[in-house]
């Protein structure tokens, strides 16, 4: 099996999750702070695609987790990687690859991008809340759009 970016995508257009965590923290300024998140979940049986990944990719977090068993009873590995000097690059590299996840993928680029906009503190917490209440909309569940933007219909 050859992993590549295009190959990378597809797996996290079916398997993955583009996110932004915000987790309570009382030292920080707000009381909290945010973290830019792609996860991919694999069935545990699986398990040797998501190795390969981390070791494409050269970084990340493998584990199982016995916790969340899907439907037929099987445990699921994972492959995360958090934060924005980590989840950037990954993004970037994988954005023109991605269909179903491109907009999540573009919010959390826009997300980890607001350090470098001369923003004041005050507007730099208004974005970020904007951009992690939007990737929250982006990752509900429901219907999905699968159709690259200028790709004919069939």
Do not use: W
Not at 68 to 79: E, M, Q, T, V
Request: charged content about 30%; aromatic content about 8%; glycine content about 8%.
């Amino acid at each position: 099996m050859k992993i590549t970016k295009q190959y990378i995508a597809g797996f996290v257009d079916g398997e993955g999750y583009f996110g932004i965590v915000r987790k309570t923290h009382k030292e920080c300024t707000d009381g909290f702070y945010y973290t830019p998140v792609l996860k991919i979940t694999q069935v545990t049986k699986n398990d040797e695609v998501l190795k390969k990944i981390k070791e494409f990719i050269g970084y990340g977090n493998f584990s199982f987790d016995k916790r969340n068993i899907n439907p037929n009873g099987a445990d699921k590995s994972n492959l995360e990687i958090r934060g924005m000097t980590r989840v950037l690059p990954v993004a970037k590299i994988l954005l023109p690859e991605l269909i179903v996840k491109a907009k999540q993928a573009q919010t959390v680029i826009d997300f980890c991008e607001l350090d470098k906009a001369s923003l004041t503190r005050q507007e730099l917490s208004t974005q970020r809340d904007k951009l992690y209440h939007q990737i929250k909309l982006l990752n509900r569940r429901g219907p999905v759009e699968t159709k690259r933007e200028g790709t004919p219909q069939v």
